[in-house]
């Protein structure tokens, strides 16, 4: 999370006020802080004074959508960190990676059961707080990899990563030398309660690469991804 509250804040963004109602009175009586915003541009700038936990966006919005949205808060170093799901209608596959590609953390297709909604985002938290808990760091070669405090360092500068980039490349660095196929990694990484397409790996395993040296991460063609120590 971008702070540690006692209370989770959680920032609803869609254009639907009766979803906004439902998500609003399910979200509440479960204790998180709740702010909503109706479009994409009012989203940026309510995150911005609200400095949410989460963001639950909708793909399709008038004057500005879902994902262009994401991209811009991801721009914003405070937002960088921040969970982002996408709850849309919006089912192709192509869509979902892009969503991926900007950063999300979840990608949702409407309908689903508020209860369910619930308890996904519950599980996201107690994920952060297990990982918080942890005082882990992995130094290999030039990379610094800091659990506390998710941060990245390569050759001494910081990089900027959004969440499950980070576990990804935590999570390999953790087991260097071992091979996991892109199964293995979405429920290592994104959890099983979370349903995202084999293709998320591949998006994210590309990101890292353009950011890390390239030789850290090694594919094994149709088997799967490999973190190598050796240069």
């Known amino acids: 999370m971008a702070n540690a509250l006692p209370i989770p804040k959680i920032l609803l963004v869609d254009d639907d006020p009766d979803i906004i109602e439902l998500l609003e009175y399910n979200l509440q009586k479960e204790g998180f802080e709740i702010k909503s915003a109706l479009d994409g541009i009012q989203a940026v700038e309510v995150a911005k004074a609200f400095k949410p936990d989460l963001i639950l966006l909708d793909v399709m919005m008038p004057r500005q959508d879902g994902i262009e949205t994401a991209r811009q808060l991801r721009l914003i170093p405070e937002f960088k960190e921040v969970y982002i799901l996408f709850l849309t209608a919006r089912a192709e596959e192509y869509t979902e990676v892009a969503a991926f590609d900007v950063g999300a953390d979840d990608y949702i297709v409407k309908p689903i059961k508020p209860r ?31 659990r506390t405090n998710y941060s990245v360092l390569n050759d001494g500068n910081p990089l900027v990563m959004p969440k499950k980039e980070f576990e990804l490349l935590s999570f390999l660095a953790k087991h260097p030398n071992k091979v996991f196929n892109r199964d293995e990694l979405l429920e290592k ?43």
């Open 189 to 231: 990484v994104w959890g099983t309660d979370v349903y995202v397409v084999e293709r998320t790996v591949d998006v994210h395993i590309r990101k890292l690469r353009e950011k890390i040296p390239e030789h850290y991460i090694k594919t094994l063609k149709g088997v799967g991804y490999m973190f190598t120590l050796e240069a």
């Open 116 to 146: 369910a909604l619930v308890s996904r985002i519950k599980a996201m938290f107690r994920r952060e707080a297990q990982q918080i808990e942890s005082d882990e760091k992995i130094e290999i070669g030039q990379l610094v990899i800091n």
